[in-house]
């Protein structure tokens, strides 16, 4: 049996809003959310948590995620020369690819960068050939 079970969110720490909000709205494409204290980043239907400066996280975590700490993976919709000009255009440097991954959906092509802490960002293309 099935359990009725999919992400809904995960939680990522910066150590700066101004700069991180401008990332992930302009270069990842997030809406950003104000829940009542910091910021979160949506996607969808799924959305990235914020810690950051003000923000004391849930007591819950043994390790609380720090700046820096992350690897996210998201799909790009198109060929990876489209992501890889993206990046470009917002002088984000592509640190590895385009290269052949496995992802949720099976095998595709992706190029790793990094936040403005440092966190690893993937995209991912699906389906398209190089």
């Known amino acids: ?22 990332f992930y709205t302009q270069v990842m494409g997030a809406e950003l959310v104000a829940p009542p204290v910091g910021f979160a980043y949506r996607f969808g239907d799924k959305q990235l948590n914020v810690h950051g400066p003000g923000v004391a996280p849930a007591e819950v975590a043994r390790l609380p ?36 991954r496995f992802g949720a959906k099976g095998p595709g092509t992706s190029v790793y960068f990094r936040d403005p802490d440092g966190s690893l960002m993937e995209f991912m293309s699906y389906g398209y050939s190089k």
């Open 1 to 22: 049996m099935a359990v009725p079970t999919k992400l809904d969110h995960c939680v990522i720490h910066v150590s700066d809003w101004e700069r991180s909000n401008k």
């Open 65 to 100: 995620v720090q700046p820096g700490n992350s690897d996210l993976c998201f799909e790009w919709s198109g060929p990876i020369e489209g992501a890889i000009a993206h990046l470009t255009a917002h002088g984000i440097a592509v640190e590895r690819g385009p290269m052949q």
